[in-house]
């Protein structure tokens, strides 16, 4: 069953005579399941194949184990590390009264010795211990992912599939540049709608023409590169067919908001709702830390220094924001924002510069945040007309 939960703590009273408590350590080929049974000396471990099936009935099959011992089970509880098999074994034991839980990977304490020994038993048996830390609601555990419904899922979708497009045309486009530059040949726009009929027209310093086998190789690049701009295409057209039908949601409203915004785009936009501010964020605080915008202080003793961004949350995000705060000094320079910056920034350092525009796109994502959830518009935030 579902329940309301804190990422650092479980706030259910925990009886550990009556909780079936099962960790999983979840590989491609196999699932290692160890279990503290009340009511058994030993701490039993399963190996299983990838069957959901099977898992459960393990779990029921101990349940009776404890039962038999005289100790009723009233509540089974099972955790795993978020991985590469996401969310949808939750889901499925969610559905089938059994409490689920994900582990942030990074959050389980582990031995800082050089070469600790690492093997699945011993990763169940941090696992364990985390997991039952948490379930007494001892902080510092170890933390929980939210787990989202298949339809939240599939709503980001889109936009990360548009981000790896992006990124895979950006890949081609420097990949032709290359060759190009490898013959000597600068200065020509490979982004032109006609860039790839022009190749046959360039000519290097030599004065001689571009050679064939290069000149094959580009064209099949540029119609790699005209198949994936076709597929965004089709991606943004998509979107903005779904933000008109679903202008009375949360998130159409929340898209319509931050829209308004000079300097924000409505893939920006979309982003930041899908994947920040439609999660039940506590406060300014913990937004910060989701983005992975937060600092990462290393003091011990009379040492006081600063690691730099503990890069702990969501990277796409992270990389958006810093984006948009670069944008936004342009796009509203004499914002309140832009004028903060520029008096952080008026050693003219570049190295301060870089710094302080993570704390813009902080205070920046912060002010989209309560714009969006809460509807306050910050004085000085220019927005587009209505």
Known sequence: MAHSINASRCLIPFDQGATLVAVVEMGQASWLVAGLVPGLERQPLKKLPVDQDGLLQLLHRWRLEAVRNGCPIQRIAVAFEAGRD????A????????????????????????????????????????FVGWLRGEPNHCSMASIPSQEDEDARRPSRERETLVSECTRIV???????AR???????VTLRRAAERLETLRTPEGTAVPVNTIAEMKRAFARLESLKQQIKEIENVRGAHLEQSSDTDRGTMVRQLRQVVGVGVESADMLVQEVFLRPL????AVARYAGLTGAPDESGQKRRERGLAKGGNARVRRAMIQLAWGHLVHQPNGPLAVWYRKR??????????????????????????????????????????
């Open 282 to 285: 506590r406060d300014r605080k």
């Open 91 to 130: 889901r499925w034991l969610q559905a089938r009264t059994v409490e689920a839980y994900v582990i942030h990977a990074s959050s389980v304490p582990v031995s800082r010795e050089h070469r600790r020994a690492k093997t699945d038993r011993l990763d169940t048996e941090l696992l364990k211990r985390a």
């Open 86 to 89: 996401g969310f949808w074994l």
């Open 183 to 189: 013959l000597g040949i600068r200065g020509f726009k």
């Open 174 to 180: 420097n990949r032709i540049k290359s060759n190009l």
């Open 345 to 386: 920034t008026a050693d003219a350092r570049g190295g301060t510069r870089k710094t302080m525009v993570v704390a813009l796109a902080r205070k920046l994502l912060i002010t989209l945040w309560r714009l969006a959830t809460s509807g306050v518009v910050p004085e000085g935030l220019a927005l587009r007309a209505a």
